[in-house]
C-alpha cells in the first residue's frame, strides 16, 4: 500500500497541516491502534469496543490516516461501525521509528531550530544563522566531543542490523578492521562481540581515546578492540588491516575530501583488502526522513553533511582502481570493493 499520488494543492494542504497529521500518527501509535489496524482488517465497531472510543470521532480519526496513505479503508454500508480498515504493512515499526520514543523531538528539545523558523529568507541570504551555543561543528570541548560521539553511538540500530545480516560475507577469522572515524568504539565493540575472529581498531581524534577506552571497558573486549589517534584531515591513514571502513563519516566532507579519504584507504590497504562505506544514501524516502536535519543545518555553514547518491561512491571507487565494487543492501546500504 503506498499513499496515492497527491496534486499540488493536496500535498500543500498536508504540508500546512503537518503537526496536527502528526499528532494524529502519534496518538494513533500510543494507543496501539497501528498495530490492531496492521493486524487487520478490523472493523470500526471492534476498535471502538476494544477501546471506549466514539465511533462518528473514530471514523474522522481514521479518515485523518487515510489521507496521508496510511491505511485503506473497505466500506460496503453506511453503517460506520461496519467500515473495515488495514494499515500499510510495517507501519507500526516506521512509527516507532519516526514518532515513538525516539522521535525527532529529542533533537528539537536539543536543538534551537527556533531559531531558524519564520527567519528563513534572511537565513538564505547569509543575514542568519545558527547560534553557536546551539550547535557547534566541529564539536570544539571534551563535553562537546563526547556528546556527539553519545548521539552517533544512538542512531546505530540500522547500521548494526546492515553489518549483521551481511557478516558472514564481510568478515573472515583472523581479519584486522580499521573503523575510520570509528566515534565512542560502540559499533567495532559490538562487531568484535559478534565475530570472535575479528579484531578493530577505531582511528580518531586523540581526545576520543578516553571513550574508546570506557568501551573497550563496559564490553571486556580487551585488545580485541583497539584504538589509533590520528587526523585523516593530515595524516596518512595507518597500514597493516584486512579493511577500512568509513561509517557515517563522508557524507559530513565536501566531495572532494571524501574523495581524499577514499584515496588514503587506497594507498593504506594491502592488496586483497576491502574498503567499505556504510550510509543513507540519497534517494526520496531518505530527503523526508532528513528533514529536520536538512533544516536545521541550513543555518551552519561549517557542516557540509549532505546525503549523495550511491552511484557517487560506486564511480569513486572505479576512478581509484578498486574491483568488484558491490552494494548490500539494509536500512543503511554497504558499499564494499577490493583493491587488486
Known amino acids: 500500500m503506498s499513499p496515492p499520488a497527491a496534486s499540488p494543492r493536496a500535498l500543500l494542504h498536508l504540508l500546512f497541516n503537518g503537526a496536527r497529521a502528526l499528532d494524529v500518527v502519534q496518538t494513533a501509535h500510543q494507543l496501539g491502534l497501528l498495530e490492531a489496524l496492521e493486524r487487520g482488517p478490523v472493523t470500526l465497531g471492534a476498535l471502538c469496543e476494544q477501546q471506549g472510543f466514539v465511533p462518528g470521532r473514530l471514523y474522522k480519526f481514521l479518515d485523518c490516516l487515510e489521507s496521508l496513505g496510511l491505511v485503506q479503508r473497505e466500506q460496503t454500508t453506511d453503517a460506520l461501525v461496519e467500515a473495515r480498515y488495514t494499515a500499510a504493512p510495517g507501519l507500526s515499526a516506521a512509527a516507532e521509528a519516526v514518532v515513538g520514543p525516539r ?91 559478534e565475530h570472535p575472529g575479528l579484531t578493530v581498531d577505531v582511528y580518531n581524534l586523540p581526545s576520543t581515546e578516553g571513550l574508546v577506552a570506557r568501551t573497550r571497558e ?42 581524499q579519504l577514499m584515496t588514503a584507504a587506497y594507498a593504506a590497504l594491502p592488496s586483497g583488502g576491502r574498503i567499505l562505506v556504510c550510509e543513507e544514501f540519497r534517494t526520496q524516502e531518505r530527503l523526508a526522513a532528513q528533514f529536520f536535519w536538512t533544516y536545521f543545518l541550513m543555518g551552519v555553514d561549517s557542516c557540509v553533511s549532505r546525503l549523495r547518491e550511491v552511484e557517487f561512491y560506486l564511480k569513486a571507487f572505479t576512478d581509484l582502481g578498486f574491483q568488484r565494487p558491490e552494494v548490500l543492501p539494509g536500512p543503511f546500504e554497504i558499499i564494499t570493493a577490493t583493491k587488486p
Open 218 to 259: 563496559k564490553h571486556a573486549l580487551g585488545g580485541r578492540l583497539g584504538f589509533v589517534g590520528g587526523d585523516f584531515l593530515r595524516e596518512p591513514l595507518p597500514g597493516g588491516y584486512d579493511a577500512l571502513s568509513f561509517v557515517r563519516v563522508l557524507h559530513d566532507w565536501p566531495a572532494e575530501t571524501a574523495r
Open 103 to 193: 522521535s525527532l523531538e529529542r533533537d528539537r528539545e536539543k536543538y534551537d531550530w527556533r531559531a531558524l523558523h519564520g527567519h528563513l529568507p534572511e537565513v538564505l541570504r547569509g543575514e542568519r544563522s545558527m547560534p553557536r551555543e546551539s550547535f557547534d561543528w566541529p564539536p570544539s570541548t571534551p563535553e562537546q566531543v563526547a556528546g556527539f560521539e553519545a548521539s552517533m553511538a544512538a542512531g546505530l540500530g540500522p547500521i548494526l542490523e546492515v553489518f549483521r545480516t551481511h557478516g558472514t560475507k564481510l568478515w573472515r577469522p583472523g581479519q584486522r578492521l580499521l573503523e575510520v572515524g570509528g566515534g565512542d568504539g560502540t559499533l567495532a565493540a559490538r562487531l568484535v562481540e
